[in-house]
């Protein structure tokens, strides 16, 4: 009867005190504000939690999903030549990273990084220079190659970077005899893995990473063509990349030919575009160039069929290089390999 008289009471005065009214009305805004919150912690803190285990899964050098165990692999650079007649090469699209650069006398030569990926064949290896072993820095990478520039040499041992060079380790390469030397040399994925266990280089590095995202639905793609165009010296240095809006991707064409990977006989395809323009200065007789990689750089960005302008900035010889467009944003790079073309400033880029 108490209970009853109380509840009686209490609405009495809720119909006739404002002030109960307000009381009412801010205690069942409290309530249901605190609902509300602890519906988005929660399903924020699930959120979080498959960010941060799909952070886990991704592999550091291309953003593709993979076993944890397989996301930060050590990595390994090759130099493989790029010399017209030397085309096909083997390995580039199993790459998970290529830098294409001038080497000398107008050909280019490609820095190929390997972090868990495989090819049971990569070649033709060539000879170093210095500013590859800039880019290896970034990534804390063995470098495979055979002898090199005085300079880049010199780098070598003065820096005590991890140095795979065939002249003095050709048990992890071998020459193919049927191809004329000094373009037929070889390894494969196997052999590099066993030089980084060998050489105690398989500790895991650690640099920074890019922002990677999945493949954005067909309908969100770019409908027109796109293409890129790039001229490093002569005829047979223009690359080109068509974009393919079915596989959100970029088809790679070098010297006005389909540009295959010996391995597979197919076009080699490409996910991201990166060109930087540097300062390049010839340094000897024979055409060698020197690049300035470090710093910021002019740059052109493409992914998933779109194009952005803005710049690549490196901060000193071990900082990894990170792109932003001309709004300040940093790019975000499809999941997939990338290729990035260091230009000589004087150099124009045509795409649409």
Same mark, same amino acid.
């Given at each position: 009867?108490?209970?009853?008289?109380?509840?009686q009471?209490?609405?009495?005065?809720?119909?006739? !005190? %404002?002030? =109960?009214?307000?009381?009412?009305i801010?205690?069942?805004?409290?309530l249901s504000?605190a609902?509300?919150?602890?519906?988005?912690?929660?399903s924020?803190?699930?959120?979080?939690?498959?960010?941060?285990?799909?952070?886990?899964?991704v %592999?550091?050098?291309d @953003?593709?999903? &993979?076993?944890p165990?397989e996301?930060?692999?050590p990595?390994?650079?090759v130099?493989?030549?790029?010399? !017209? =007649? =030397?085309?096909?090469?083997a +390995?580039?699209q199993?790459?998970?990273?290529v830098?294409?650069?001038?080497a000398e006398? @107008?050909i280019t030569?490609?820095?190929?990084?390997?972090?868990?990926?495989?090819?049971?064949l990569?070649?033709?290896?060539?000879s170093?220079? #210095?500013?590859? $072993?800039e880019?290896c820095?970034?990534?804390?990478a063995m470098?495979?190659?055979? @002898?090199? *520039? #005085?300079?880049a040499l010199?780098? &070598? *041992?003065?820096?005590?970077?991890?140095d795979?060079?065939?002249?003095y380790e050709?048990? /992890?390469?071998?020459?193919?005899?049927? =191809?004329?030397?000094?373009?037929?040399?070889?390894?494969? !994925?196997?052999?590099?893995? /066993?030089?980084l266990?060998?050489?105690?280089f398989?500790?895991? #590095?650690? /640099?920074?990473?890019?922002?990677?995202v999945d493949?954005a639905?067909?309908?969100n793609?770019p409908?027109?063509?796109?293409?890129?165009?790039?001229?490093?010296s002569?005829p047979d /240095?223009i690359?080109e990349?068509?974009?393919?809006r079915?596989?959100?991707?970029?088809?790679?064409?070098? @010297?006005g030919?389909v540009?295959?990977?010996r391995?597979?006989?197919?076009?080699?395809?490409?996910k991201?575009v990166i &060109?930087?323009?540097? #300062?390049t200065?010839?340094?000897?007789?024979k055409?060698? &160039?020197? $690049?300035?990689?470090v710093?910021?750089? +002019?740059a052109y960005?493409?992914?998933? +069929?779109?194009?952005?302008?803005?710049?690549?900035v490196?901060?000193?010889?071990?900082?990894?290089?990170?792109?932003?467009?001309?709004?300040g944003?940093?790019?975000?790079?499809?999941?997939?390999?990338?290729w990035?073309?260091?230009?000589?400033?004087d150099?124009?880029?045509?795409?649409?």
């Open positions: 009867m108490d209970n009853q008289n109380f509840f009471r209490f609405f009495q005065n809720l119909k006739t !005190s %404002r002030k =109960t009214q307000m009381i009412t801010i205690v069942i805004a409290l504000l609902i509300v919150m602890i519906y988005y912690f929660v924020g803190r699930e959120g979080r939690l498959a960010r941060l285990q799909k952070e886990k899964n %592999r550091h050098l @953003g593709m999903i &993979v076993k165990e996301a930060n692999l990595v390994i650079a130099i493989i030549e790029n010399l !017209s =007649t =030397t085309r096909p090469q +390995g580039l199993s790459a998970g990273m830098y294409e650069a001038l006398g @107008g030569r490609f820095l190929a990084l390997f972090a868990g990926h495989k090819a049971d990569i070649g033709p290896i060539r170093l220079r #210095p500013y590859y $072993l880019w820095a970034e990534y804390e470098c495979a190659h055979i @002898g090199g *520039s #005085p300079e010199e780098a &070598v *041992s003065g820096l005590g970077l991890k795979l060079n065939a002249m050709s048990s /992890y390469f071998w020459r193919d005899l049927s =191809t004329p030397a000094p373009h037929n040399l070889f390894t494969k !994925s196997e052999f590099l893995e /066993y030089a266990r060998d050489k105690k398989d500790q895991e #590095p650690k /640099y920074n990473l890019w922002k990677f493949n639905k067909l309908e793609r409908q027109d063509e796109k293409s890129i165009k790039i001229n490093f002569g /240095y690359v990349y068509k974009y393919d079915e596989k959100n991707e970029y088809l790679r064409f070098n @010297g030919e540009h295959k990977d391995n597979t006989d197919k076009q080699i395809t490409v991201n &060109v930087i323009k540097l #300062p200065k010839v340094v000897d007789e055409g060698r &160039v020197t $690049l300035d990689v710093g910021e750089k +002019g960005m493409f992914s998933g +069929g779109q194009g952005y302008e803005g710049k690549c490196k901060r000193d010889r071990d900082s990894r290089t990170f792109c932003y467009h001309e709004d944003s940093e790019h975000e790079f499809v999941r997939g390999n990338i990035v073309e260091a230009i000589p400033e150099k124009e880029v045509e795409y649409n």
